[in-house]
């Protein structure tokens, strides 16, 4: 019986640690799609796709997002609807965004986040239009491209041995991404955290897709609910 209960426990356990991972909704951000107190799984070798939710590390922290743009895509948003190379992206009926704009004022925190990192033009309603890097993508290291891609820029260039970054050389004049980006948005857009704040993030840190509710506090209905 012992012999069971240890063959069960390795296997699970290696189940997790190369496909599955789980991560607790602590956060309003994904609203209505994903409650505070959901508890999801996360397959960790799911293909991204656009309009699905990823789990991603950044900045030492854990975020979960519904993937909006991929490596060369063009990405707007007009008045909290997002446009993907100059079309608009439906997305599901849980998403509050579209037409409602009262939701993006009086937020001057992300506001001041967003001017300082992008466009001194661009808000969480009205972003854009930015070209989301892919591998091998080369931008100008100039003019408007230095508002824009820096930070990502930034997070590619070497380190020293004491861990200070290494700048570009003066005589570069353009930049060749090391990495594919995604640009990911919180279902509850007014008040989300996100890449219209932290920018794109890169393929490396994506753990993986938010498959299902396996556990949560706010309804027992939810589990077993697939997250579309």
Same mark, same amino acid.
Request: glycine share 8%.
């Given at each position: 019986?012992?012999?069971?209960?240890?063959?069960?426990?390795v296997?699970?356990?290696?189940?997790?640690?190369?496909?599955f991972e789980?991560?607790?909704v602590?956060?309003?951000?994904?609203e209505?799609?994903?409650l505070d107190?959901?508890k999801v799984l996360v397959?960790k070798n799911?293909?991204i796709?656009?309009n699905k939710v990823?789990?991603f590390?950044?900045?030492g922290?854990t975020?979960?997002?519904?993937?909006?743009g991929?490596?060369g895509?063009?990405?707007?948003i007009?008045d909290?609807?997002?446009?993907?190379n /100059?079309r608009?992206?439906?997305?599901?009926g849980?998403?509050?965004a579209?037409?409602?704009?009262?939701?993006?004022? /009086?937020e001057p925190?992300?506001d001041?986040?967003?001017?300082?990192?992008y466009?001194k033009s661009?808000?969480?309603?009205?972003f854009?239009?930015?070209?989301?890097?892919?591998?091998?993508m080369v931008?100008?290291?100039?003019?408007e491209?230095t508002?824009v891609y820096?930070q990502?820029?930034?997070?590619?260039?070497?380190?020293?041995s004491s861990?200070?970054?290494?700048?570009?050389?003066?005589?570069?004049?353009?930049?060749?991404?090391k990495n594919?980006?995604?640009?990911?948005?919180?279902?509850?857009?007014?008040v989300?955290?996100d890449?219209?704040?932290?920018?794109?993030?890169?393929?490396e840190k994506?753990?993986?897709?938010?498959?299902?509710?396996i556990?949560?506090?706010?309804?027992?209905?939810?589990?077993?609910?697939?997250i579309?």
């Amino acid at each position: 019986m012992l012999l069971y209960v240890l063959i069960a426990v390795v296997f699970f356990s290696l189940l997790r640690y190369f496909f599955f991972e789980t991560y607790l909704v602590s956060q309003t951000s994904m609203e209505k799609t994903l409650l505070d107190g959901d508890k999801v799984l996360v397959y960790k070798n799911a293909t991204i796709e656009r309009n699905k939710v990823f789990v991603f590390e950044n900045e030492g922290g854990t975020y979960i997002k519904r993937c909006m743009g991929l490596p060369g895509d063009t990405l707007q948003i007009k008045d909290g609807m997002v446009f993907i190379n /100059g079309r608009p992206l439906a997305t599901p009926g849980t998403v509050l965004a579209s037409g409602r704009k009262k939701f993006f004022s /009086g937020e001057p925190d992300f506001d001041i986040q967003i001017l300082h990192y992008y466009n001194k033009s661009w808000t969480k309603a009205n972003f854009g239009p930015l070209i989301i890097p892919g591998k091998a993508m080369v931008v100008p290291t100039d003019g408007e491209n230095t508002k824009v891609y820096d930070q990502i820029m930034l997070q590619e260039l070497p380190v020293d041995s004491s861990g200070t970054i290494l700048p570009l050389p003066v005589e570069n004049k353009y930049y060749s991404f090391k990495n594919d980006y995604y640009f990911f948005l919180g279902d509850n857009r007014p008040v989300s955290e996100d890449s219209r704040v932290f920018g794109p993030i890169s393929r490396e840190k994506i753990i993986g897709r938010a498959c299902g509710i396996i556990y949560s506090r706010s309804d027992w209905k939810r589990v077993f609910k697939h997250i579309e």
